[in-house]
RNA sequence: GGGCGUGUGGCUCAGUUGGUUAGAGCGCUGUCCUCACACGACAGAAGUCAGUGGUUCGAAUCCACUCACGCCCACCA
């Protein structure tokens, strides 16, 4: 895929701005999005709402005072906010309470007197604290939820600015972390304090600042999950849950999707407007004429109907209202506040592409195929698309999701300003060129798992860029002074080594193309690397040096290789290909076909040829260990048995990669002296180098070599003795390992025939 | 409290539905500035796959438990 840039949008231009304006408003008229009075996560640095999803939780040590409340102890870690008490909860089943449930109790915290409702709910831990938690609906959801349901008045002694309210008698105008300071001195003053236990305790914070959230009663525009869409008679949150569940929705790994699940499930209603000013500004106008503000603290919840729907001089519109839709008159005042921005950029799929305008490109792009994002914005982003999406269109945004991990500093922690550990892209793309850090990004991690990146690591990839570099180079070269390759297509392989290649390359475009469907993107490079590193620069063009005649296969060959490496470094390859193939400038890689295999090589082709791969690395590790300076050629012998003929045929591969000299193939014979020698399964490969060889240090190579060979045979031997093995084991296993023993065999025959020449 | 992930040579990571003597790159050792490339070539050393037990003819791979590290969720007052 590429970028469109004709389709470039931005999330704050007119059309975007519009559908925001317009999807809320059918929700609002849908009675999806309603304005209530509850409990909002309120960050007082911000001084605004925060979703559920954006309050983050820091364990931290905390203190759990017991004070005294009228008859009763109540244990707490907040004692500011019991000024704000209106009950006091019990478990139902608790001997201890159980004749004060439904009474109310005065009780004076020093501040005058406020009136309890002891109540009873299942959900109080009788084992914690007193078994008895004071009830503050104005700053704990769990408090309003059990006020909603006892019918508690609301008490809010917090503000919006963090500081306490006048209802907080002389605490009033005081930080909180001040108040309580005061209040428990006050309270200890009096003998109130029974005692202070430490605990450990998670505090929720804003994920932008890091500020402490305060719990708050607060008037706010909320989206609700649960109640059923008008003709449609299914909740957001089960269109959500649907989506993933029956397949129309894969998220790649799935691992995520029981983590998806368990989210949608527990989602409550969704607090939608914020008091910040970046975002779209909610698309409601009050009427300054007939609008009266509600009344906080004599309101209940109650949902859509109640607060919105018939209130009065509330006018929801996707573009402003000429009039009041209840009084007519003019003076129209917009909502000050603005949507949350995930409810904005939840529409991005169908945004973009025209909605709600019934366009051609909606028709055509919308499913979109695969979204690709970190695991971290799995509930903030991708729910909120999935959420709006289906309602908007009654589709799914897209078929699949893949979840990229973090990416982390070498220790693996996260790159922060602070900490000063940070890559940032554009340096290292301009010290290591992009693909290097495209590559680096790729290859060696897997989906939804965290990935170290260092400067080294990007350092590699670009020695990799150099090499297919320099690959290009070489091929070029071939082609003689300035010419271009053509297109063409496949050629007929000429030679074993051609067969071999091109074989190779088939594997290759099948298990990278696999790879890739799978979204094995990792494990595609780093195939793709091996193959163009080892096997076509170390292997084929070294034998292309020696084997003349290869002026179609090679472009042929990088042609391919630049195909498939395109997706992950386009910029070299589009050069390298503008460079060696391109018929004019509007020819370009981008666009070209993805490769297909052409078939299947066969099996006697490979084995030929890893037989001659053997031999090389035989003789090369002969003239490592003797230390034979590169430029000397050496001689060498070789009873090939029957791949005698096989080896006098490719003798001038062998030669030009061995650096051999003289090369003598034989069935078989008698040992030189003064040879070195090696076995290679049944090949011995013998390089005399006259007073240079080590006889003791010979022997000792091959002793070795014997008992290591010795060793794994016993343990294929052992295991065909195994009469359950070979019973039920299927029989291609147990035939493999019968050829592997029979093989073992001849090595080790090999072997003993050297030492035995030795003595 | 619930859930998830990770643990494979010094480092970073691959290992599809259990079946090659467990792979790669970096790093390391040795030889070489050989006419595409020293950001390179060639050769090599290095792993009881965290531990214990189990299933199986066969386990890095499946199951159970344990340990270590990391992450997410949760209304522990």
């Not at 034998?543 to 002026?551: D, L, N, P, R, T």
């Not at 078939?599 to 003239?623: C, E, H, T, Y």
Request: proline share 4%; glycine share 6%.
């Amino acid at each position: 895929s590429s970028c469109d840039w004709s389709r470039e949008a931005y999330t704050f231009d007119e059309k975007r701005s519009r559908a925001v304006a317009e999807i809320f408003t059918r929700m609002y008229d849908d009675g999806l999005i309603y304005r209530g009075y509850r409990i909002v996560n309120w960050c007082p640095r911000c001084e605004s709402t925060l979703a559920d999803d954006e309050v983050e939780y820091k364990e931290e040590p905390a203190k759990l005072y017991y004070m005294k409340y009228g008859p009763f102890v109540v244990a707490t870690t907040r004692p500011e906010t019991k000024l704000g008490d209106t009950g006091v909860a019990v478990h139902p089943d608790d001997e201890r309470y159980k004749s004060w449930v439904g009474k109310t109790v005065t009780i004076d915290l020093g501040i005058g007197p406020q009136l309890i409702k002891v109540i009873s709910d299942p959900s109080v831990d009788r084992n914690f604290g007193t078994g008895m938690v004071g009830l503050t609906p104005a700053h704990s959801a769990v408090d309003f939820k059990m006020a909603e349901e006892n019918l508690l008045p609301i008490r809010k002694v917090i503000g919006e600015d963090g500081k306490m309210t006048g209802l907080a008698g002389k605490y009033a105008g005081l930080p909180v972390v001040e108040a309580r300071e005061k209040f428990v001195a006050d309270l200890q003053a009096k003998g109130l304090i029974e005692k202070i236990e430490d605990i450990k305790h998670s505090i929720s914070v804003c994920y932008r600042c890091g500020t402490v959230v305060e719990p708050l009663t607060s008037r706010q525009w909320f989206v609700d999950v649960e109640r059923p869409i008008p003709g449609r008679g299914k909740s957001l949150k089960r269109l959500a849950i649907d989506a993933v569940r029956k397949g129309g929705i894969k998220i790649v790994p799935d691992r995520f999707e029981k983590v998806y699940f368990h989210w949608m499930e527990n989602l409550r209603d969704w607090c939608i407007s914020r008091q910040i000013w970046f975002g779209h500004r909610i698309p409601v106008w009050y009427c300054e004429s007939c609008y009266v503000e509600e009344d906080d603290t004599a309101d209940r919840a109650g949902g859509a109907e109640r607060e919105t729907k018939k209130h009065q001089g509330i006018n929801v519109a996707a573009t402003r209202p000429d009039k009041c839709k209840d009084c007519g008159r003019p003076d129209l005042v917009q909502d000050e506040d603005t949507l949350d921005t995930w409810f904005s950029s939840g529409t991005w799929t169908f945004s973009t592409l025209g909605w709600p305008e019934k366009t051609a490109d909606l028709k055509r792009f919308h499913p979109t195929q695969v979204l690709e994002t970190g695991y971290d914005i799995l509930f903030f982003w991708i729910a909120r698309m999935i959420l709006m999406t289906e309602y908007a269109l009654d589709q799914v945004p897209f078929e699949q999701v893949y979840l990229h991990g973090l990416v982390r500093d070498e220790q693996g922690r996260k790159m922060s300003k602070s900490l000063e550990n940070i890559i940032d892209p554009l340096d290292v793309s301009a010290k290591y060129g992009t693909d290097a850090v495209r590559l680096s990004l790729i290859i060696g991690n897997t989906a939804g798992n965290d990935l170290k990146l260092s400067e080294e690591k990007i350092g590699y990839f670009r020695n990799f860029t150099n090499k297919l570099w320099n690959i290009s180079r070489f091929i070029m070269m071939t082609l003689g002074e300035g010419a271009r390759a053509v297109p063409a297509g496949r050629p007929a392989p000429k030679t074993l080594a051609d067969q071999w290649i091109l074989g190779r390359l088939d594997e290759v475009v099948g298990s990278v193309t696999a790879d890739l469907d799978k979204m094995n993107f990792s494990r595609a490079g780093e195939t793709l690397r091996d193959f163009t590193w080892s096997e076509l620069a170390d292997w084929y063009l070294e034998i292309a040096k020696v084997e003349k005649g290869k002026e179609k296969l090679l472009p042929y060959l990088l042609l391919q290789v630049l195909k498939l490496w395109h997706p992950f470094m386009p910029f070299v390859t589009e050069e390298v290909y503008r460079l060696v193939f391109a018929k004019d400038a509007n020819d370009m890689l981008m666009v070209a076909g993805w490769p297909r295999a052409a078939g299947k090589m066969p099996a006697k082709a490979k084995a030929d040829f890893a037989a001659i791969q053997d031999l090389v690395v035989a003789l090369r590790n002969i003239r490592a260990s003797y230390k034979v300076e590169p430029g000397r050629k050496i001689d060498a012998l070789v009873f090939a048995g029957t791949k005698a003929d096989l080896f006098k045929k490719h003798a001038e591969i062998v030669r030009g990669l061995a650096k051999v000299g003289e090369l003598t193939v034989a069935a078989k014979g008698q040992r030189p002296d003064k040879a070195a020698g090696a076995v290679v399964g049944s090949v011995q490969v013998f390089v005399p180098l006259g007073s240079l060889v080590d006889f003791a240090a010979e022997k000792t190579r091959l002793e070795d070599e014997l008992q290591e060979a010795e060793k794994y045979l016993t343990s294929l031997e052992l295991k065909l003795k195994n009469e359950s093995f070979v019973a039920r084991a299927p029989a291609a296993v147990v035939e493999a390992e019968r050829q592997k023993k029979v093989a073992q065999v001849e090595k080790i025959n090999k072997i003993i025939e050297q030492l035995e020449a030795l003595k």
